[in-house]
């Protein structure tokens, strides 16, 4: 023990006595309220999961506590926003007034941003006051009993109700041990020892169980194989769509392409076939060449008509000719 006189020490589980005891030696409770929070421990009367309003992982959320009455959602969010991405924020406030109770609880988007706050923003100035973050005790340790139960790690001086082994207040080290021959005696259950730190170190979070890691990683891999075989489905459906809809302009195409030969008169030996695998420029194509045939077909048969009218108009001159200079060259003899 004589290592241990200048550290700190924290429990890694939640005892109503223990957080009641400066050094985490007591045995019996000192007052009413921890009485209450250990009536309430031994018959198991506070669900931590009970709570509609706790949302999110809480691997990933941190307790902000001591704010000042003015911060609102907005400030504490712009706070907050300098460690890492807010996913959730939720300022308790109380259930008449609706003012605020001065703590709340911040999600981040990952466990790395949490940890960064938890680091960073401990003793920072919001709204000209310190406040303390600590990790989500209410979901994440053992045993835990709210404040209102008489349990909790906070507590003013004056009041006489100050409990420990938080990361603001931590255990003193016990100048004795544990007498656990004594509590057994009384049917007391010991409160659980904890793990000894200088006082400038930083007491870790607990970390997520590998299991939920992996589930995670196994859900998130299982979520992005869906998005890609949606992706693919849908493009697919797109390239369909695509063709369905090209078939159906060139299949109208072709139909006025038909109907234009049938009444220009052109033959279906003429007609150049239009197979479904031809593109639509090849169709383009194809038409001009029509256009341009049309046209060919119209000159020439004005041309031939022109030349069928001039010929015969040079006939009928031909025969007429003759007959007038007969009937000059009588008219001259009488």
């Known amino acids: 023990m004589s290592s241990n ?56 959320t941190v307790f902000v506590g001591r704010l000042s009455h003015l911060t609102t959602e907005p400030t504490l969010h712009k706070a907050m926003s300098k460690y890492g991405r807010v996913k959730n924020l939720r300022l308790v406030r109380h259930i008449v007034t609706g003012a605020s109770r001065r703590f709340a609880f911040v999600e981040f988007e990952n466990e790395r941003e949490m940890r960064r706050a938890y680091q960073d923003a401990h003793h920072a100035i919001i709204d000209d006051a310190e406040i303390i973050v600590d990790y989500n005790r209410q979901q994440l340790m053992p045993g835990w009993i709210p404040r209102r139960l008489g349990g909790g790690l906070g507590g003013r001086k004056e009041s006489g109700q100050l409990r420990f082994g938080g990361r603001e207040r931590p255990f003193r080290a016990p100048l004795q041990p544990i007498p656990y021959e004594d509590l057994k005696k009384l049917g007391i259950t010991p409160p659980p020892e904890g793990r000894y730190m200088s006082r400038f170190q930083v007491p870790s979070p607990p970390q997520k169980p590998r299991k939920l890691v992996e589930k995670e990683e196994y859900s998130y891999k299982r979520s992005s194989v869906d998005r890609e075989e949606l992706s693919q489905r849908s493009s697919s459906m797109e390239r369909d769509e695509h063709r369905r809809t090209v078939g159906r302009k060139q299949g109208s195409r072709k139909r006025s392409y038909v109907e234009e030969e049938s009444q220009y008169g052109k033959s279906s030996e003429d007609r150049p ?49 003759p007959s007038k200079r007969h009937r000059h060259y009588s008219r001259s003899n009488h």
């Open 5 to 60: 006189i200048n550290s700190v020490f924290y429990a890694e589980s939640y005892h109503p006595i223990q957080a009641g005891s400066i050094d985490g030696t007591d045995i019996l409770p000192h007052d009413n309220a921890v009485y209450r929070a250990l009536l309430c421990s031994n018959a198991a009367l506070y669900d931590p999961t009970g709570d509609p309003k706790i949302i999110g992982d809480p691997y990933c």
């Open 273 to 321: 076939e239009c197979s479904p695998n031809t593109t639509s420029i090849e169709t383009d194509h194809n038409y001009e060449r029509s256009t341009l045939d049309r046209e060919e077909h119209y000159h020439s048969r004005s041309n031939a008509e022109g030349g069928e009218i001039s010929r015969k108009r040079s006939s009928r001159y031909k025969e007429e000719r």
